[in-house]
């Protein structure tokens, strides 16, 4: 079956360090790939799409890789702030429009 | 311009009763969807709406649950004789849907408790 796994455990980084997050698939052949962000008792926002056929995508001090060999997309955020802190997710195309959500990675970033 | 809406923000019922959440997508979005997240786990599609027309209910419990998007008004959500597993928290999106690429944008969630 179609599988996306992120890890399960926090990510605690210190402020100014680069945060990676990684987002795994299985038995998947995604047209492109996600990234939300989440916020306690909110609804994810949506940061950075990248396509099947690139293999990274930079936003400001975020940047993606997808590497749809190994199926594997790594998630960066440079310069990290306390601000960034929240829980992740990656999502894969299915379908339509469609979109198939990992569990999310939370990141905290200390001072 | 607003956002996505979604009403009400949290909902109580008793096991048996119906619940009702709406959304109203962003102003412009013609396409709807529809997730539900549980404690600890990811958000799980469940029904993906254009006006008046089902796209995809894959997602979709058979029973109790059905979704509309009617020519006016908002995206409805309806969950028939609700039991406890059904409490969640209940997220739509929209978007424009023109081609596949198009990112989504959420609601802030409606956060149904059945006692």
């Known amino acids: 079956s179609q599988k996306i796994e992120q890890n399960s455990e926090a990510l605690n980084i210190q402020e100014g360090k680069t945060a990676t997050l990684t987002c795994n698939y299985t038995n998947y052949s995604p047209a492109y790939l996600q990234w939300y962000r989440q916020d306690p008792g909110r609804g994810p926002v949506f940061l950075l799409l990248i396509r099947e056929n690139e293999k990274e995508k930079r936003k400001e001090r975020l940047k993606v890789t997808f590497d749809t060999t190994l199926k594997q997309s790594l998630f960066h955020i440079t310069a990290s702030q306390p601000a960034d802190s929240a829980t992740y997710l990656c999502a894969l195309a299915s379908g339509y429009s469609t979109l198939t959500f990992g569990k999310g990675t939370m990141l905290l970033v200390s001072p | 311009n607003a956002g996505v809406m979604q009403n009400p923000r949290h909902l109580v019922r008793r096991r048996g009763q119906e619940a009702r959440l709406r959304c109203s997508p962003m102003k412009g979005h013609s396409h709807v969807y529809w997730y539900r997240q549980l404690p600890e786990e990811g958000l799980k599609f469940m029904v993906y709406?254009?006006?008046?027309?089902?796209?995809?209910e894959s997602g979709m419990p058979k029973e109790r649950f059905s979704a509309e998007f009617p020519k006016e008004g908002p995206s409805i959500l309806r969950i028939q004789q609700v039991v406890r597993g059904d409490s969640a928290a209940y997220f739509c999106?929209?978007?424009?849907?023109?081609?596949?690429?198009?990112?989504?944008?959420f609601g802030p969630g409606t956060r149904l408790t059945v006692t």
């Open positions: 999106a929209s978007n424009a849907g023109q081609g596949i690429t198009y990112e989504q944008y």
């Open positions: 709406l254009q006006k008046e027309n089902i796209i995809d």
